[in-house]
Nanobody, 129 residues
Framework: VQLVESGGGSVQAGNSLRLTCSVP????????GGWYRQSPGKQRELVAF????????NYANSVKGRFTLSMDNAEKTMFLQMNRLKPEDTAKYFC???????????????????????WGQGTQVTVSA
């Protein structure tokens, strides 16, 4: 099972793209999540991350002010809006999420959550000068 990504493509520098990452199924939602990217010969790097408390969204210095991570109200879809793209943004982009699923704990007689970490399949972003 994977997160479902879409929205990559080829654009010229200065243009925008919006990546989408969706949670499969009906019972899971996003507890915490982020976007990573990897270029050939380089390590995968964190681009943006939103923690479970939603207090702030963290961005890599290279994308601050240009990229925005957001989620839908149902917390089942995560977006990465990428503006003023540069050739150095060229990479394969992956979403990653820590998912939560509520269940009723009969032993404790209370609602609880189970957790699952998933990755997306990756979507290619190519920015030409």
């Amino acid at each position: 099972v994977q997160l479902v990504e879409s929205g990559g493509g080829s654009v010229q520098a200065g243009n925008s793209l919006r990546l989408t990452c969706s949670v499969p199924g009906n019972t899971f939602s996003i507890n915490a999540g982020g976007w990573y990217r990897q270029s050939p010969g380089k390590q995968r790097e964190l681009v943006a991350f939103i923690p479970s408390d939603r207090t702030t969204t963290n961005y890599a210095n290279s994308v601050k002010g240009r990229f925005t991570l957001s989620m839908d109200n149902a917390e089942k879809t995560m977006f990465l809006q990428m503006n003023r793209l540069k050739p150095e943004d060229t990479a394969k982009y992956f979403c990653n999420a820590d998912l939560k699923e509520p269940f009723y704990n009969t032993a404790l007689e209370t609602w609880d959550s189970s957790y699952l970490e998933l990755w997306g399949q990756g979507t290619q972003v190519t920015v030409s000068a």
